[in-house]
């Protein structure tokens, strides 16, 4: 098998590895890691190394497998750095955002809770009990309940 994949990459030069290139871009989109891109990147790369070096297969090889590795480590730092810093942290935690909101009570909160009037949406609530009319303030969440204290 190591003979024949020597004598194609032989007898089509930069071809093939461009071949190779883009059939490692193209598993890259069948199997998802963002780990095959890097690979079918730098043959893609050697493939333009071999129109202008006359190197031995072997030799081309190696620098492919240098090349990968680089690109690989290169990249993944390059696209996953800064990735979980947003300038919006909660974008995606409707109650999250809500913390440290002042609200009115329309309803009053009883033992068992309440429900919470928040722009166009209703929220259970718990907390101390309190009558309707009373500014809260919500202090936290738990699951999907906000938690809220008498406002000050």
């Known amino acids: 098998m190591l003979e024949f994949l020597e004598t194609l990459f032989m007898r089509y030069g930069a071809w093939s590895w461009w071949v190779l290139g883009l059939a490692l871009l193209a598993l890259e989109l069948v199997i998802p890691g963002f780990v095959l891109v890097w690979f079918g990147v730098a043959a893609i790369l050697v493939g333009g190394l ?75 609530i718990s907390g101390p009990l309190l009558p309707s009319g009373t500014r809260v303030v919500v202090r936290s969440v738990e699951g999907t309940t906000l938690v809220v204290a008498a406002a000050d």
């Open 50 to 124: 071999a129109l202008i070096a006359d190197w031995s297969v072997q030799t081309l090889a190696l620098v492919w497998a240098a090349v990968s590795v680089v690109l690989l480590i290169v990249g993944r730092r390059w696209f996953l750095r800064d990735g979980d810093r947003s300038a919006e942290p909660l974008l995606n935690d409707r109650a999250g955002r809500l913390v440290g909101r002042v609200f009115t009570l329309s309803e009053p909160l009883g033992e068992n809770g309440g429900r919470l009037h928040v722009d166009d949406s209703v929220w259970r």
